[in-house]
């Protein structure tokens, strides 16, 4: 059964680095690729990146210059590192399963950026 | 970056009614080698993540109601629900996985008459 979780902390400041975490079971991450998808509160949802399967990684060029994801195969985990954020950057934030359209979905986790 | 297009962004239903929504694409998502349009349907329930519903434009993913019906290629499509259910209430997105970065259409939100 394929599962994602993403986990990350919730609030962060202005300016500071967003560090969140998706943890998958049900298959491996050097089968299928893992996407971070971001929505804004009520509107629609963005694309950020992507960690192939082996291992390369794809960005989003609306994010390319301050977004990293990384992964930990051993302990079935993907990263994903966001600099300098704003206050827009505020949503809930998914991990998604797939090749180029999304299979299975996290839950999501909500980043708040404030003061 | 393809931009999507989805008419209209609320719709008022009852149950029962037959409901099409539109997917405009701004270039082709229909691939000449494979004959295959690059586009998916996701439903998204309040408090849930989105759930894929249609890939390829027409097929529908294992366990998803055959009232569910996706049609359409080149740059125009439809989702169409024969007949709409009170659990199919949610916003409805289209994406095109054609080219990067992917992309994804406004919504459509299915409401209550």
């Known amino acids: 059964q394929v599962q994602l979780k993403e986990s990350g902390p919730g609030l962060v400041q202005p300016s500071q680095t967003l560090s969140l975490t998706c943890t998958v079971s049900?298959?491996?991450?050097?089968?299928?690729?893992v996407h971070w998808v971001r929505q804004h509160s009520g509107k629609s949802l963005e694309w950020m990146g992507r960690?192939?399967?082996?291992?390369?990684?794809s960005y989003n060029s609306a994010f390319t210059s301050r977004l990293s994801i990384s992964r930990d195969t051993s302990k079935s985990q993907v990263f994903l590192k966001m600099n300098s954020l704003q206050t827009e950057d505020t949503g809930t934030y998914y991990c998604?399963?797939?090749?180029?359209?999304?299979?299975?979905w996290g839950p999501g986790t909500m980043v708040t950026v404030s003061s | 970056d393809i931009v999507m297009t989805q008419t209209p962004s609320s719709q008022a239903v009852s149950a029962g009614e037959k409901v099409t929504m539109s997917c405009k694409s701004s270039q082709s998502l229909l691939y000449s080698e494979n004959k295959k349009n690059y586009l998916a349907w996701y439903q998204q329930k309040p408090g849930q993540s989105p759930k894929l519903l249609i890939s390829?434009?027409?097929t529908r993913e294992s366990g998803v109601p055959d009232r569910f019906i996706g049609s359409g290629s080149g740059t125009d499509f439809t989702l169409t629900i024969s007949s709409v259910q009170a659990e199919d209430l949610a916003v409805y997105y289209c994406?095109?996985?054609?080219?990067?970065?992917?992309?994804f259409g406004a919504g459509t939100k299915l409401e209550l008459k």
């Open positions: 049900g298959f491996s991450l050097t089968s299928y690729s």
């Open positions: 960690m192939w399967s082996d291992g390369d990684t």
């Open positions: 994406e095109q996985y054609y080219d990067t970065p992917y992309t």
């Open positions: 998604a399963s797939g090749g180029r359209y999304f299979d299975f």
């Open positions: 390829w434009a027409s």
